[in-house]
Structures are given as C-alpha cells and as structure tokens.
C-alpha cells in the first residue's frame, strides 16, 4: 500500500515539476500528432536495419505525445545516400532520425570521401553495443595455442571487404604488427568466413553473435581457436572482456600474455579509441543537436521509459544478440569519448587505411 | 533426421501457420506478375511485420513469398517479353514467341508444371543434400567461382542465335556497363563521376527492364493490334502445355538439379542461373532451329530451374549465414529477428525449423503453380486484347518496377537511356541477352580472377576443380559446333525439307 502511494506521489510531483518548466511542458506535447520518420541508410533485413526497426517499434509508445514513427530503408552508396539526406536535407524540427552502424559513424569520423555527416553536430538517441571476436585457422596455420599467434609464418591471408568496415580488426592486427597478407574483393563478413572455413584465409573477424553461431562448431572441430576479442574500453582505458564471450581474452591481453607488457604505441592509441567507436555504436540513432530542445528533452524522456519497458527488453533479448541498449549516461560518454579522440588517432588511422588500402579521405 | 521431417510437417500444419504461407503466396504472386518486383520486394514488404510474429509462421509466410515468384513472374516474361524479375529473364526468348503465335496458355502451362516439378525436387534436394552440403559449398573457392564465370560468358554464343560476332560485341558493352561504379576489389569507384546514384552500379532491374520492356512496349503499339497476331487465332491449350512438360520430365529434372547446384553456391547470385540453364538447353539439343522462335523446351528448361534453384540458394542461408541471393539477404535478416542464427549449430540444434522450412517450400511451390495455372486462361486472353488499352499500364508498372528499385531518379533515366538503347539492338538485329549476360558477370568474374591471384598466385589454375571446368567448357563449346554441323549437314542432305524455315 505505502508503496502504491509513494508511486502516485511521484508521478503527481513529476507532474506538477513538469508543467512548472515551460521547455518540460513543451516536452509532453512536442509530438503530439506527429510523425517521426527514422531514415535506415542500409537495405531491409541486415544489422542496422534489425536494430532500427526494433527501436522504430517501441519509440512512439513511450515519447510523450506517442508520435507515429515511421523506418524508412534509403539505401545506396554503402549508406552514404541515406546519410546525406539526413545530414543535408532534413528540417531540424526532431522529426527525422539517423539509424548509423558503428562503421557509418566511423566513416563519419574519419571523414570518408563523399559524406556529409558530421558527429560533432549531432546527439546519440540511444545505442546498441556488439562486439567482435578474431579467430585463426589452426588446420591451415598449424598453430593451436593463441600465444603462438606471432610465428606465423607463410601467407598469412586476411580477406578484406570494405577496410573502413573492417578497421577494428586491422587496427588489431597492427598493434600485434603482423605480417598479412590483404585479400580484398569479399561481399561481406559472411564471405570471408566462408573462405575462412574453406581454408583460403588465415585470420578471420567475426561479430561476437555471428562467431559463437558459426565459428565455434569449427572450434569444437579442431578446425580453428579463438585468437582474442576486440573487447572494450573502459572509462580509465583499460581494455574490458566482451559481455557476450567474457571466456575470450582481449587483444591488448593477449599482446600482455606475448610480451609481458602493455601494447603502446599509435596502434594501441587507435586501438582504444576504434574499438569503443565501432563496438559501442554499432546500432545508432542520431537526431541533429539544434533541434528544439523541448523535442530533444521528449525524445530522451520516451528512450528511458522505453529501456525500462518489459516488453521492449523481452523483445530485444533475440535483436540484441546478449547486450543492453545505450542510454542516458552510457551515451553522453560516447559523445565525450568522440570529442576527446585526439587528431593523432585520425590521422594514423586515415593514413593506415590510405597507403594499405587507398581509401581516400575528404580532408 | 526422420522425426524432425515429421515434426517439421506437424508445425507447419497449425492452421494459423497454413494461412501464413498462403499469403506469403498471394503476395509473392502478386509481386511476381508485376513486371521488376522480384522475391526482394515481396519480402521487403512482410518484413516489418514480423516483429513479435511467431517465427514459424513467419518463416512459412517468407518461404511462401520466395517460392511463389518465380512462378508467377513467368506471366509478364511470356505474355509481353517483360522479365518479370530478375530471376526470370530467359523465359522471354521463347515464351514471349509462343505468346505471339497465340500459344500463350500453352507456353504457361508447360511453364508452371516445370515450375511445380522443379520446386518440390528442389525441396527434395534440399532434403536429401542436408548430411552433403557442406563439403559441397566448401569445394567453390574463388578460382572454382572464376571458372564459372567463365562458364557463363561462353554461353554468348548460344545466346547470340545466328549472329554470333554480334552477340560478343553486346556482351562487351553489357561487360562494359558492369563496370560502373565500386570496383569490387578497390575502394575506387569507376565511372560515377561524383556521383552517388551510380556508386552502386546501374541496377540489374533497370537495366532489364529497359532492354526488353521499353522496346516492346514500343514496337507493338507502333505495329497496333494486340501481342498475339490475330491472324493466328488461339492455339494450344494449358493441357498441351502441361502434357509437353510431362513428355520432356528428364529435361525438367535435368535443370531442376542444375538449378539447385548453381543456387547451392554461395557467390554467384540467382539472376545468372536461368541463363545458364536456357543456354545449356540450347547447346545440347539436337534440333536448334526453333529456339528464339517459340521451342517449349526453352520454356521448361529455365522454369523447371528457376523454382528449383530457391531450394538451391536456401542451403548457404541456413549452413553459412551467407546469403545466397539477395532476397535470401532480406530471409537471413528475418532469422535474426527472430533470434535464429544460421549456420552448422542449426543442424544440430533445430532441425525442426530446417524441416517447416522445406515443407514450406514443397507446399508453397504446389500452391503456388496451382494458382497460376488457374489464373492463366484468363490472363492469357490479355494476348488478344488490343495492346493500346493495355500499353500506358505496362508502362506505368514499369516504370515503377525500375523506380522502386533506388527510388532515385536516375532510375527513370536509366530506363529511358537502356530503352533506347534495347530499341535501337532489336532494330539492328544484334541480340540483347548477351548484354545482360555481360553486365551479370563482369564484377563477378573480375572479383574472382583477383581473389584467386591474391590467394594463391597462379597455382589456382591447376586445381582439379579448375580443370574439370575448363574441360566442361570446351566439352560444351566444341560439342556444340560439332552437333550444330551435323545438323546443318543432315538437312542439306535431307533436301532442305527440314522444320527450319516454315514458320507461318
């Protein structure tokens, strides 16, 4: 009973502190009778897509006003045509929203060739994190213990796709300064897995989810072993065991157990910094930071009421593959880490993916 | 493996789930007929509805969508020489002419019993090839893929009819156009000039649609009347139809099983492997005469694979999480709503799901073509109907066939531009299969030719698979120019009295 009271004093003090703030007020009736429109820059049915569509369900029920929210795929150029739209051509009214990928905010990052987007413009909604685990073919190398990792020798094949998407694991392979040999031309992860298991690539990186459906059958063969996980960072950076595969080491532990020491260096200083990026984003809802602030302050409201929404984390359980959605807190680090990234890491990290790769870079 | 096959049944039974596929089957119909929405759009416009859907059922509705397409494109691609989707552009060499002598009903009913036929083998394979296909899929590296690119281009001549040197010449523009945009090996775009609609390619849609719709649409109505010449009357019926399928069952099984194997392989796309059927049809009969012309067997053989190969292209799917077309990209998306991951594991762990999987396909694919077949009288008649009634509808759906496909407008313009460009070759006799043939293949084989460089140098070349399909080319090749003069010599001796020529 006393419990059932306190709640109701709550919500009727919640109230009354609402309607005393004006930009509060406005924040209750902001969407009211509106549409949010949510531009997915990447065709239906792939990570991005799963991940905005998931969100796009739950979001109407908990802003205030309970707006329609619409997901629209606005597909092409590897996600460049959504993501100019939404950075060139939208009104900043908090009507239209960015689902990125961690690598789409990369690119944004560093400043890829061709799109307009720009992070420091813009504010994380809510975010869902992923990691990724490297693993070695121990039948093609005849390597079983991942300490051993540094004698390879030979050809050493790392299938690439698109090296912007797959900057985590090169940034990694770097930090061990292995000697690789790049194989481009693959359609996605998925390919390169295959010719992982074919016995054409040597090293292969794989999404945490997708490494325990499919890499760990060939681990449970003998086929493969486990190398290390991207992992994350924590706030005082130091590296952070992957919440999905905790058993897995980080790299820059493996590189401790190698070396007796820490990595340093500009690869590890790429290293913290990519990995957080493009594991902690890797499902992104941006909206333009000088939209009303009213609206701003409705859209941050409706996130932290959906996050605690039983149903929305029911549902989420399958979409997320093991982690929590980024809220509140979680998100204004992501915005902090992104500011703080100093223009070295840039620089060695364009310059890495230019003379290995020949990406070009706008500035 | 017995008990999950039961299971499998059992689940999918549950009324709810059986209205699911049902309409999985009315939309893939529906998206079929409408002339460039394949499988992708059909699925596409499901997707969203799948959240919180339960998994089984949707996974049937998905599987409904996927099977019934390719028989209902067959529709557009006979009736008016419109690739219904990007899985069904070789049905058009013969059965647009079927439709034009007035055959339509029997060129569709030989369509949609190859179709069905093709569809429940594929489910069978799918089956049988369960314990199989992963050391299958294994054995395609690059170089393997290389090769059958390379397997492809040399159906050119077959496709080019008698105007061989014509033919090379539009599957090197078709080669040329495939070349616009990310280069599959490079971060480098080729040819987009700064511009972002063409960063990804011209769109295979678009470029189809252009090639063979715009120029028909065109050419009847400049000529009037309707698509079947009146003078001819009607002919054949979908009975005549449906007995010629069942005369010709081992070619039906022959490209049903080609059309799985080709789908089975991650790494090549669907859209070729209709082609690759209807040119291996042509180079292994005996009497060629009257292919381009209106031969059934040109019907069956493409039909019976397209059906097959969604049996084919779901085994990577489910083994690999690699998608083995892109609608299969949209039903791996699907999975992951629903929390499946693909890959070994699923074998092992849910059976059941792989089993209401190929039921769903097996009855899909029954349903389906039984659809059709109803619907093909009455759509059939649409060949006697004056096309100017018909024309601006055409037309319309065309356009939007091509616009949905980036929703840019550099799609309508591309339309316009390959219109023009597909008028001009039918005008001037030079044969556009080839073109489209080219285009499908060039990224494919340029990918592949650096993957196996970079992978293992030139030592590719002396794998045993490698070989084998080098010596099936030339096998194809030569036999092909070999049974050709045979032929040419059996009719001069027969006094020239041969089938060839009597065309009314």
């Known amino acids: 009973m006393s419990v059932r009271i306190f709640v109701a004093a709550a919500m009727v003090s919640a109230l009354v502190l609402g309607i005393n703030r004006p930009a509060m007020a406005d924040a209750e009736t902001y969407y009211e009778g509106k549409t949010i429109r949510i531009i997915i820059p990447f065709s239906a049915g792939g990570g991005t897509d799963t991940f905005g569509r998931y969100i796009a369900q739950f979001l109407g029920k908990h802003v205030p006003g309970n707006p329609t929210v619409v997901a629209e795929n606005v597909t092409g150029a590897g996600g460049l045509l959504g993501s100019n739209e939404f950075a060139e051509r939208v009104a900043r009214d908090g009507l239209t929203l960015l689902t990125a990928s961690g690598h789409l905010n990369l690119r944004a990052f560093l400043g890829l060739e061709g799109l307009r987007l720009k992070l420091d413009e813009l504010t994380p909604v809510v975010a869902a994190p992923m990691g990724h685990i490297t693993a070695l073919n121990a039948k093609a190398t005849g390597i079983t213990d991942a300490t051993e990792f540094l004698q390879l020798r030979g050809r050493v094949t790392k299938g690439i796709t698109d090296p912007v998407g797959l900057v985590e694991s090169i940034v990694a392979l770097e930090m061990f300064d292995i000697e690789y040999r790049a194989v481009p031309g693959y359609g996605g992860r998925g390919d390169t897995r295959l010719a992982f298991e074919r016995g054409e690539l040597m090293v292969n990186t794989q999404s945490t989810p997708a490494y325990l459906a499919r890499v760990v059958p060939m681990v449970e063969d003998g086929e493969a072993i486990p190398l290390y996980a991207i992992g994350f960072i924590d706030a005082d950076g130091n590296p952070a065991r992957d919440p999905a595969a905790p058993d897995i080491i980080t790299g820059p532990e493996l590189y401790q157990q190698i070396h007796g020491d820490m990595p340093s260096g500009p690869a590890w200083e790429a290293y913290k910094v990519v990995a957080n990026l493009v594991q902690n984003t890797r499902g992104t809802m941006w909206v333009h930071s000088d939209i009303p602030p009213e609206a701003l302050e409705a859209l941050r409201r409706g996130v932290e009421a959906m996050v605690q929404d039983p149903e929305f984390i029911a549902a989420g359980e399958k979409t997320l593959a093991g982690y929590t959605v980024i809220s509140g807190a979680g998100l204004d680090q992501i915005k902090d880490e992104l500011d703080a990234a100093p223009d070295e890491v840039v620089t060695w990290t364009q310059s890495l993916l230019t003379e290995r790769f020949g990406v070009r870079f706008e500035n | ?504």
């Open chain 2, 1 to 504: 493996m017995l008990e999950a096959l039961v299971n499998g049944l059992v689940i999918l039974l549950d009324p709810m789930r059986m209205v699911m596929l049902m309409a999985g089957v009315v939309i893939g119909i529906v998206v079929g007929i409408l002339p460039g929405l394949g499988g992708l759009m059909g699925m596409a416009l499901i997707l969203p509805f799948l959240f919180g859907m339960d998994p089984y059922g949707g996974i049937a509705m998905l599987i409904g969508v996927a099977a019934a397409v390719p028989s209902a494109d067959t529709f557009p691609s006979v009736l008016m020489g419109i690739p219904g989707s990007s899985g069904s552009q070789a049905t058009i060499m013969d059965g647009y002419p079927l439709a034009r002598r007035g055959e339509a009903a029997r060129a569709l009913g030989a369509a949609f019993t190859a179709s069905m036929i093709g569809g429940v083998i594929g489910a069978l394979a799918l089956t049988a090839l369960v314990p199989f296909a992963r050391p299958i899929v294994l054995a395609f590296g690059s170089p393997e893929l290389f090769m059958l690119t390379v397997l492809g281009l040399s159906m050119i001549g077959v496709l080019s009819g008698s105007r061989p040197l014509r033919g090379i010449l539009a599957a090197a523009v078709g080669l040329l156009i495939g070349l616009v945009g990310g280069a599959p090996v490079a971060p480098e775009y080729r040819f987009a000039y700064g511009e972002l609609y063409l960063y990804d390619g011209v769109p295979l849609v678009v470029l189809a649609l252009g090639l063979f719709a715009v120029p028909e649409v065109v050419d009847i109505l400049a000529r009037g009347g309707a698509i079947a010449r009146a003078d001819l009357g009607v002919r054949g019926s979908w009975v005549k139809g449906m007995r010629e399928a069942l005369h010709h069952k081992w070619l039906v099984v022959r490209h049903s099983l080609f059309g799985i194997v080709i789908g089975f392989i991650p790494g090549m796309g669907s859209s070729i492997i209709d082609w690759l059927n209807y040119g291996w049809v042509v180079q292994t009969s005996r009497d060629r005469s009257q292919f381009g012309k209106g031969d059934i067997r040109g019907v069956i053989a493409p039909e019976s694979a397209n059906n097959a190969r969604e049996g084919g292209v779901l085994m990577p799917t489910l083994l690999f999480g690699v998608p083995g077309s892109s609608a299969m990209a949209l039903f791996l998306g699907a999975l992951l709503i629903f929390g499946i991951q693909p890959g070994p594991a699923l074998l092992r762990d849910d059976l059941d799901l792989v089993f209401v999987i190929i039921w769903s396909l097996a009855l899909a694919n029954i349903f389906g073509t039984l659809l059709c077949l109803a619907l093909s009288r009455p759509i059939a008649r649409l060949t006697f109907v004056p096309f100017y009634y018909i024309a601006p509808v055409v037309m319309v759906i065309v356009m939007l066939g091509a616009f949905q496909e980036t929703r840019h407008w550099g799609d309508l313009l591309l339309l316009l531009v390959f219109g023009l460009l597909g008028w001009c070759m039918k005008r001037a006799a030079i044969p556009r299969p080839p073109l489209l043939i080219g285009f499908i293949l060039c990224p494919l084989a340029e990918r592949y030719l650096w993957m196996s460089y970079n992978l293992y140098d030139w030592d590719w070349l002396s794998r045993p698979m490698v070989l084998a399909i080098a010596a099936l080319i030339v096998i194809l090749m030569v036999g092909g120019v070999v049974i050709k003069r045979r032929q040419a010599h059996a009719v001069d001796s027969a006094g020239m009295d041969g089938r060839a020529g009597t065309e009314p």
